[in-house]
């Protein structure tokens, strides 16, 4: 399988993301060590979590999704086989948050001791943090590489004013610069990363591994009504799409799959993998089903018109 390469890093990653918040959440640790094994048999290496993953299930404290993937690397040895992507910054409680020096050193050696690893292939900042400065960020992240616990880094939910700020810093003081940038992008949620975003990317070849790539399951044509949302974790997520607009989308990526005898979102999907500055968009699945269907849609290239066809229906 063909791989893309992360910003001007040395790391090269198969062209999907397995997303790990669903670890310790909508997948117990059986059911997630199952999936990474079929992820990895089919011939891809990138893993993503955090250690906020999976806080927001009742009885979870955080860290959960990493304490998972490291008992996985554990038992099947295969560290160096797979590139391996975490984040910090979100409140994990107390005064554990934010992008200081002081938190960023803590917080690395509990990811580290959770995932069972001496480094960090991609060590991510989860979101901006105004209140400290850019300089102290970029400048702790270059003691962890310094240090070989963090190889390559990357951003979360930046602004591009923001994300250009940091890049001209690490330019101008000789850090460490972002490689990646992690916005929330998909065929339905375009205006946050389209734009001047997407231009700096492009510009500062800036690797995007988008999140929701599948918008919370909407775009794999599950949610047609209301009423599909019932009973499902992830149903009021989607709710925001079940409109006349939303229904366009499916409607295009239904006669699109149609023609490729495949399924809604492997075109979602395959979409993404056209986008300029997009690496490996990040998808999660909770069955062997789900995962099987995200694993084959790279083999699925649009051509120029279905692009043009998804791109008129789902105009911000």
């Known amino acids: ?11 090269e990653v198969a062209p999907l993301t397995f997303g790990g918040n669903v670890f310790g959440w909508t997948a117990d640790e059986a059911m997630s060590h199952r999936l990474l094994d079929g992820f990895v048999a089919a011939g891809y290496n990138f893993i993503d979590t955090a250690d906020v993953y999976s806080r927001w299930h009742t009885g979870n404290k955080g860290g959960e999704s990493e304490v998972i993937m490291g008992s996985w690397l554990k038992a099947r040895g295969n560290r160096d086989q797979v590139i391996i992507a975490s984040k910090l910054g ?5 005064d554990n948050k934010g992008l200081s020096r002081a938190y960023m050193m803590r917080a690395v050696e509990d990811s580290l001791r959770r995932l069972q690893t001496d480094y960090i292939d991609l060590y991510q900042a989860h979101r901006d943090d105004p209140e400290t400065p850019l300089e102290e960020t970029l400048s702790a992240f270059q003691t962890l590489i310094q240090q070989g616990k963090v190889r390559v880094i990357g951003a979360s939910n930046y602004t591009a004013p923001r994300l250009a700020a940091a890049l001209e810093i690490s330019k101008k003081l000789g850090l460490p610069r972002y490689e990646t940038h992690q916005p929330q992008y998909s065929i339905v949620e375009r205006t946050e990363f389209e ?12 690797s995007v591994i988008g999140y929701y790539s599948l918008a919370s399951g909407f775009l794999t044509g599950k949610y047609r009504s209301a009423a599909d949302m019932a009973g499902r974790l992830r149903g009021a997520r989607v ?7 939303g229904f366009a989308v499916l409607r295009v990526l239904d006669d699109i799959a149609a023609i490729h005898r495949a399924k809604s ?6 979409w993404l993998l056209a986008r300029p500055a997009v690496a490996a968009p990040i998808v999660s699945a909770t069955n062997p089903e789900q995962l099987a269907e995200m694993v084959a849609a790279p083999a699925i290239k649009l051509s120029a018109a279905e692009i043009t066809q998804i791109d008129t229906a789902s105009r911000p």
Do not use: H, T, W
Request: charged content about 25%.
């Open 1 to 11: 399988m063909q791989k893309r390469r992360l910003g001007n890093s040395v790391l």
């Open 90 to 94: 979100m409140d994990m409680g107390g």
């Open 195 to 206: 734009g001047p975003l997407q231009d700096l990317c492009v510009r500062e070849n800036i």
């Open 239 to 245: 709710e925001k799409y079940l409109n006349a607009k």
């Open 265 to 270: 979102g492997q075109i979602a999907l395959a």
